[in-house]
């Protein structure tokens, strides 16, 4: 009896790191090839691509009647996809949903959702069949233009790729999140891309701004207008990456009594109507839309959203800016062309790469599909061959028949005839003797020759290839183009606003308020300039560090120890009453500052300032404020540090001279002009230090004196001559009575 191996001999040590490596890697990249990423040949995902063969399979062609979404997606789950039937089924609805593709894959029939958001129905409610564009993607599948593979089960197969004579990658777009990597296409006009395809043939090695003069941007199904200049848009079809500005469309119409009201017909492709009308709501209630009356949704089939001002003097232009600027009426579409190449690759391309990876997907399709009629030409010719020796003997071939126990091998001998063509003879019908017979065989064998020359012909010859390219795409042009109903496009274009500068005043009302912000990082806000701040409470062993007038309209301008612009508006920041105890809220809760990095100052921005920036190690600059203004939470770095050095100081540059003393308190003056404007830096020495290094610094105008607070007090010195000398000077003790803090 063998001996039973011990525990430990089954056991095979293996790295953690290695194995979760080898596991993830394979798991990214199964998400990328067999998920989220779109074939640059067909433009579909897997599970598109399996929905649409299934359908086949159920011959739901256009022609034919609609069949229940449930049995398509049992098959497509059962057959070829094994992942949830839910999944499936939210591929297939959105292929049918006409606001969510340009053409429609996929015929629905009963509810599948709507533009309001709204979710189909259960798939055992709705229907579906093919459509003619889902049918031009087949079309020639059965006849070996594609590769195939086994199913999941081994049990049946499956295409690699669609023939896909319809450019459905662009024509449809795509959207997908794979691991480390996104794709987000928009759709295009199908006739413009014919168009761009038929100049490709032509001119191979054109660029792409010969390209866009033909497809000149995206064509939404939901329409809209395309804001982006001309040069942006060749940008990201040249890169492959780029964002284009979408807008909803809308017209004025005119009321009685001088009034009017605004109609919205058209709004971005993937915005939500009843999303966009309730945000829109609600900024009307916090009052950041002020000129606006009203809003109703008088949408059927169409869209009709209907806006009011709040009075007739105001410019429809204006109220339209003000909406485009905070809502979802103007939108960013994000272009990302990024796909798996033939070899199943994922890279970026740009917009003529992916037409020629199609027009060459296309070559090798028309070549697979004439070897195989060739091929099925060459097999008729040849039973058609022993058919008419079979009608020239025919009274041998019966009697053959008749006496003999094998007649195969003997017709084979006797007329040197293929294992094909004794078959054809033996299988034959007795009604197929009639003499007339003889002549449609003759007459078949006579065109499938001349068919046959004309196949080869068209394989030797690469410039009628092309044509034969050109022809189907002419077809596709015919078909689905402009001059059909749901060809003709949609998105249009217009200029980008240029200098037209909408204030922020238009859509924010302007309100006096008074800012505080405490040591710890508080910050609120109190209505009006002259208010009384003693009731004012902070949090224990909190207390107030700075307050200053601003109006709500302002932007805050926040320096921070880490060299770091902050931008807060003013509208955004918190606001209470004089006798309430609210404390605001964290500013940290408004911009993503480092947790070690505390607020040097405080500033409401105007663009003809200039701040002058200062590190501990005392180096400085002068910077304008429009180099400051940031765009994200993450704020603007403008002083560089080095390490174990922070920010200590930011004022405003006034006057010509600039006084600065340091830990040792040794003070400095020296003119302003010998400090350099800078965008952003180190900067450069303003005083030198044996030890310690900068305290505080200040901008004054000589000729009126420095002055510093003491005892509750201002304190103005004028004679200045010992302390005047040049930049990056050591300094001299200040004069009598200059604070012990070091501070001006």
Request: proline content about 5%; aromatic content about 6%.
């Amino acid at each position: 009896m063998a001996q039973k191996p011990k525990r430990e001999d089954t056991i095979n040590l293996v790295s953690f790191r290695t194995t979760l490596e080898e596991k993830y890697l394979a798991y990214a990249l199964s998400t990328i090839t067999s998920r989220s990423l779109p074939d640059v040949r067909d433009g579909l995902k897997p599970v598109h691509r399996r929905l649409l063969f299934a359908m086949l399979q159920l011959k739901l062609d256009p022609k034919s009647g609609y069949k229940k979404c449930a049995r398509v997606v049992g098959d497509v789950m059962g057959k070829f996809h094994p992942h949830g039937d839910s999944s499936i089924y939210e591929a297939m609805v959105r292929l049918a949903q006409t606001f969510a593709v340009r053409y429609t894959l996929v015929d629905g029939q009963g509810n599948f959702g709507s533009v309001d958001g709204d979710n189909a129905a259960a798939m055992r409610y709705t229907e579906a069949r093919l459509t003619e564009v889902a049918m031009s993607l087949l079309d020639g599948i059965d006849e070996d233009t594609v590769g195939f593979r086994p199913t999941y089960d081994g049990l049946d197969e499956e295409p690699l790729v669609l023939p896909s004579a319809f450019p459905n990658l662009l024509a449809n777009g795509s959207e997908g999140i794979a691991v480390g990597m996104a794709t987000s296409i928009p759709p295009h006009n199908v006739g413009e891309l014919c168009d761009a395809l038929q100049y490709l043939i032509q001119h191979p090695d054109c660029s792409v701004d010969k390209i866009i003069k033909r497809v000149p941007g995206p064509d939404f199904p939901t329409g809209g207008t395309i804001i982006e200049p001309e040069a942006n848009i060749l940008s990201a079809y040249e890169t492959g990456r780029g964002s284009i500005r979408v807008r909803a469309k809308w017209e004025k119409e005119e009321l009685s009594h001088g009034m009017y009201q605004i109609v919205i017909t058209e709004i971005p492709y993937q915005v939500q109507k009843s999303r966009l009308i309730e945000k829109i709501a609600e900024l009307f209630k916090e009052k950041k839309l002020l000129l606006l009356g009203n809003i109703r949704d008088e949408s059927a089939e169409e869209i009709r959203m209907v806006l009011e001002p709040k009075n007739r003097s105001i410019d429809p232009e204006m109220l339209m800016e003000s909406l485009f600027k905070i809502t979802d009426l103007e939108t960013r579409f994000n272009m990302n062309l990024n796909v798996l190449d033939a070899k199943g690759s994922p890279r970026v391309m740009n917009i003529k790469e992916i037409l020629l990876a199609f027009l060459e997907h296309r070559l090798d399709v028309l070549v697979r599909r004439t070897n195989f009629r060739l091929g099925k030409i060459a097999h008729r010719l040849e039973v058609l061959g022993g058919l008419l020796i079979a009608y020239l003997n025919i009274d041998e071939v019966i009697r053959i028949i008749r006496e003999e126990d094998e007649p195969k091998p003997v017709m084979m001998k006797k007329w040197k005839l293929t294992d094909i063509q004794v078959e054809s003879i033996l299988n034959m019908r007795l009604r197929s003797l009639r003499k007339l017979e003889e002549f449609e065989i003759r007459g078949e064998h006579d065109a499938l020759s001349k068919e046959q020359k004309e196949l080869q012909s068209l394989l030797k010859s690469p410039e009628k290839m092309w044509l034969k390219i050109s022809d189907e795409i002419n077809d596709i042009k015919t078909r689905f183009g402009g001059k059909t109903p749901a060809g003709r496009r949609r998105t249009q274009f217009a200029d980008a606003p240029v200098g037209k500068i909408i204030d922020i005043e238009a859509f924010i009302e302007k309100e006096p308020i008074t800012i505080l912000c405490s040591k710890m990082g508080w910050i609120r806000a109190v209505k009006g300039h002259a208010v009384d701040l003693s009731d004012m409470k902070y949090k224990e062993g909190d207390e107030e560090k700075f307050q200053l007038h601003a109006s709500t309209t302002d932007k805050l301008l926040m320096f921070a120890s880490d060299g770091r612009f902050y931008t807060i508006p003013c509208d955004k920041i918190p606001r209470v009453n004089v006798k309430s105890s609210g404390q605001g809220e964290p500013v940290r809760l408004m911009i993503d500052m480092e947790n070690d990095a505390d607020i040097v100052e405080i500033g409401i921005y105007s663009e003809n300032a200039n701040w002058l920036v200062a590190s501990s190690n005392g180096k400085g600059f002068i910077v304008e404020a429009s180099e400051v203004l940031a765009q994200t939470r993450n704020g603007k770095q403008v002083l560089n540090l080095t390490e174990g050095q922070k920010a200590v100081a930011c004022v405003p540059v006034v006057g010509d001279y600039v006084a600065v003393i340091g830990d040792n308190r040794k003070l400095l003056i020296f003119p302003q002009s010998q400090i350099p404007p800078m965008k952003k830096g180190q900067g450069v020495a303003l005083q030198k230090y044996k030890d310690g290094g900068l305290s505080d610094i200040k901008t004054f105008t000589l000729k009126e004196g420095l002055s510093w607070a003491l005892g509750g007090k201002m304190r103005v010195e004028t004679d200045l001559k010992p302390w005047v000398g040049n930049r990056a000077d050591a300094g001299r003790l200040p004069p009598t009575g200059f604070p012990r803090t070091n501070k001006f």
